[in-house]
């Protein structure tokens, strides 16, 4: 059944999302979110590669190679979908190190789970380059 609260759920764990990632070294990046993800249920595809369950995926936070991110949202859209789950794109721009700023887009699957929160199923992260 659709969740009525999909825009608030969906900003409020954006707010939490973010605040885990942009913090710290990978190490402490993977610790801040390694509840948002299932064991064995989350799939996520990060600039083309692919990682599946919580291990994986963490195991690839670990692996980037920035250690400071200013990230700017400009929209957050979201929609319920017919089991429960909350779709949820962002879109914004970020700055890792010294690099320059980049425009980003994202999108979650937030999947309800046994104890009343979600998990994220789904997420798809890229760089919006065109030149590349």
Sequence with gaps: ?????????????IQHYY?????G???????????????DNSYMTFEGQQAKGREGILQKFTT??????QRAI?????????DGSIQVMVLGQLKTDEDPI????????L???NQGSYFIGN???????HNN
């Design 1 to 13: 059944s659709f969740n009525p609260d999909y825009e608030s759920i969906a900003s409020a764990f």
């Design 19 to 23: 605040s885990k990632f942009d913090v």
């Design 25 to 39: 070294d990978g190490m402490t990046r993977a610790q801040g979110l390694s509840d948002l993800y299932d064991p």
């Design 64 to 69: 980037l190679g920035f250690t400071k991110i």
């Design 74 to 82: 400009t929209v957050i859209d979201s929609q319920p979908l017919y």
């Design 102 to 109: 980049n425009p980003f887009s994202q999108v979650f699957i």
């Design 111 to 113: 999947r309800p789970n």
């Design 123 to 129: 997420e798809i992260f890229r760089l919006d380059l």
